[in-house]
């Protein structure tokens, strides 16, 4: 199944120049995080700029199965009510995380400490994701689980109570998994311990410490990080105003970068250093992104950001910056298709076990728009055009997203700068992560 039910197919013209000023939606992995820590504390949490997809509102709904109250006022701020560190209840219903990895793998480690058991179901793209990376480390602490073939969904866990604190080394950078075993460690008496040789983004660390864990980083000569967490915690509500997520703000920093005489400001952008990879490396490219009015909300920097059209240059992408970018492959691939000269992109097989294999998906998807791009195993070769528009895709040739809205999105830029517009099979897949995408690229074009 590679289709929805009913696909909206859509082709994406060039439109000339972008201008205006944008704020684009709060940061998914914070939001997801604001809730399930609220759901946590003792006390009340209030959050606005909350991303309000589909994605961070399964998360909403499985805390609310286990006990939270969870609300939004008219004025669109979220109050929520916690349980207080462990005081889960067991959910009635299966918990139906949607297209959701970041909430399946994050509530997983929240559970596993607590002693009830939970159903995790999924729709058909997420049901592909193993989530044995986090039932590893949830199981040595005592938590256990009944899955579908390869640790896939549906999944049943029920957890432990006391469970038993570790000491993991993370196999994978990812901080999924890392924040897995650091949620179980919050109901977990004593001092649970996730050593991360490749740092990760770090929302978990800041927002935990926010809320009132006690919580330790210390980071060796080799850059290794290791994180402690001194079980079982007491968390607090707290108020917190959620960045606007650079994951988004990416496909709108790469259109005025690409689209000649576009200039854009994109308001109250989170540019956390273990997040916005590619806001550096698009710089490195030539790009002319301005930082303006600096500032730090909740522990997170946050400014807004002046981008203005510019010649790219091809680099050599540093496989080190990859954990604090993986998901903006897509769109690093469509600006390094307008650059001068070769783009070669290393160190990507996370790429392959995403929503799709980005990796493939892109290369077929860029070479009907006519660019010249070559697969490799880890990555991707690209020659760009000088700046020079794409052709786009012709006749009936529509682009495969495969259910994958980081694809959806990033060619939906491509044809922004194109001779024929580009053309999607799907663009029902974007309501996932970004409801008002097409509206927002649309207010930069009137």
Known sequence: ????????????????????????????????????????????????????????????????????????????????????????????????????????????????????????????????????????????????????EGGRLPLTMTGTQPAVPITYRLPVA???????????????????????????????????????????????????????????????????????????????????????????????????????GIVHVLRQMGGDIAEVNPREVGGEPVADLRVRHSALRGINVDPAIVPSMVDEFPVLFVAAAYAHGRTVCTGLEELRVKESDRITVMRVALELAGATVQETEDGMIIDGTNGAPLPGTSGAHHVATHLDHRIAMSMAVAGLNSMNGVAIDDINPIATSFPNFIALMESLTA
């Not at 120049?17 to 992995?29: E, F």
């Not at 990812?174 to 924040?179: G, L, R, T």
């Not at 800041?206 to 007491?234: K, N, Q, W």
């Not at 968390?235 to 709108?252: E, H, M, N, Y």
């Open 1 to 148: 199944m590679s289709h929805s039910a009913n696909p909206t197919p859509r082709r994406f013209l060039p439109t000339g120049p972008l201008s205006g000023t944008i704020r684009v939606p709060g940061d998914k992995s914070i939001s997801h995080r604001s809730i399930m820590l609220g759901a946590l504390a003792l006390g009340e949490t209030r959050v606005t700029g909350l991303l309000e997809g589909e994605d961070v509102m399964s998360t909403a709904a499985a805390m609310r199965a286990m006990g939270a109250q969870i609300t939004k006022t008219p004025e669109g701020e979220w109050v929520i009510q916690g349980v207080g560190v462990g005081g889960l209840l067991p959910p009635e219903t299966a918990l139906d995380m949607g297209n959701s990895g970041t909430s399946t793998r994050l509530l997983m480690g929240l559970i596993a400490s607590h002693g009830i058991t939970a159903t995790f179901v999924g729709d058909a793209s997420l049901s592909k994701r193993p989530m044995g990376r986090v039932i590893d480390p949830l199981s040595t602490m005592g938590a256990t689980f009944a899955a579908a």
């Open 174 to 276: 990812s901080a999924q998994v890392k924040s897995a075993v650091l949620l179980a460690g919050l109901n977990t008496p004593g001092i649970t311990t996730v050593i991360e040789p490749v740092p990760t983004r770090d929302h978990s660390e800041r927002m935990l410490r926010g809320f009132g864990a006690d919580l330790s980083v210390e980071v060796e000569g080799d850059g290794t990080r290791v994180i402690r967490v001194h079980g079982p915690a007491e968390l607090r509500g707290q108020t917190i105003v959620v960045p606007g997520d650079p994951s988004s703000a990416a496909f709108f920093i790469v259109a005025a970068l690409i689209v000649p005489g576009s200039d854009v400001l994109i308001q109250n952008v989170g540019l956390n250093d273990t997040r916005a």
